[in-house]
Each structure stands twice: as C-alpha cells, then as structure tokens.
C-alpha cells in the first residue's frame, strides 16, 4: 500500500514549477531577458521533482483513493490550473523565440542587401575571399593597373 506523502510531495512540487512558470512568464512579457538565466536552473530542479512525482502517481494510482474527494477535486482543479500556466509559458516562450528569429532575419536580409547578395545566387559554395567578399557578385572588381 503506497502512501499518501506522495500526493503532498506531487502537489507541492506543481505549485512550486506553476509559480516559477508563472514568473518566467512574467519576465518574457516585460522583455527582461537578463535575469531568465537565473531561473532556468531552477525550473530545471522542480521539473525533475515534478516528474519524478508524477511517475510516482501513475505507479500508485490508489493513494488517491485514500484521501477525501474534496481534496481529489482541488488537486484537479491545481493540476488545470498547472497546464494553463505551462500553456501561457510555452506560448510565451515561443513569441519570444519568433521574435528573435525574425529579428535575426531582418539582419541577414538587410546585410546581403548591402552587399549586393541576391536569392538567386547560393548561400554556399565556395567563399569570396579578399576584396570580392565586399562587393556584389557578378561585378568585376576595380582593378588596380600595375603599369601605372
């Protein structure tokens, strides 16, 4: 017979990652990625706990039969409240990813504009080297006229 510490220990490891989440959230929306560091070891230690007990869970699915159904439904109503938080954070996470990605975009688009670098032409292949690599390709280079 499996024991009920294990909902305790499953419920406290949730509500510690929800309010980590929830945070890291809060840190993504205001632009404060500095300080996102910090938590990710953090986030990373409750999730191991949190997945250990949720294993732990699904091995003893009888502990929830010992305790009242009131606290079965507040530990469903936690365990929803937990995947919205974690849908808020992945969607959150993902914004803030799109965004760098077009931002990096942005940048090599306007740096091969410059340099004269169209579609058309291969991104690979053999590199410009010397004074080529700073001009559009197909177009000669000034030469420099020795007999001068």
């Known amino acids: 017979m499996a024991d009920t510490s294990i909902i305790d220990a499953f419920r406290e490891s949730m509500i510690g990652l929800m309010k980590l989440l929830n945070e890291e959230t809060a840190m993504l929306k205001k632009r404060e ?5 910090k938590l990710q070891a953090r986030k990373r230690q409750l999730s191991i706990s949190f997945e ?8 003893h699915p009888e502990v929830l039969e010992l ?25 959150a996470l993902r914004s803030s990813h799109d965004a760098a990605e077009r931002v990096v975009s942005l940048i090599m688009e306007s740096v091969r504009k410059q340099r004269g670098i169209t579609p058309e032409e291969p991104a ?7 004074y ?3 001009t559009p390709t197909g177009r000669a280079t000034a030469a420099v006229s020795k007999s001068l």
């Open 33 to 37: 990625f500095k300080t996102l560091d």
């Open 52 to 59: 250990k007990y949720q294993i732990e869970m699904r091995t």
């Open 67 to 91: 305790i009242p159904a009131d606290d079965r439904t507040a530990l469903r109503e936690l365990y929803q409240r937990f995947r919205c938080a974690l849908s808020d954070n992945m969607l």
């Open 124 to 130: 690979f292949g053999r590199p410009r080297t010397g």
């Open 132 to 134: 080529a690599a700073y």
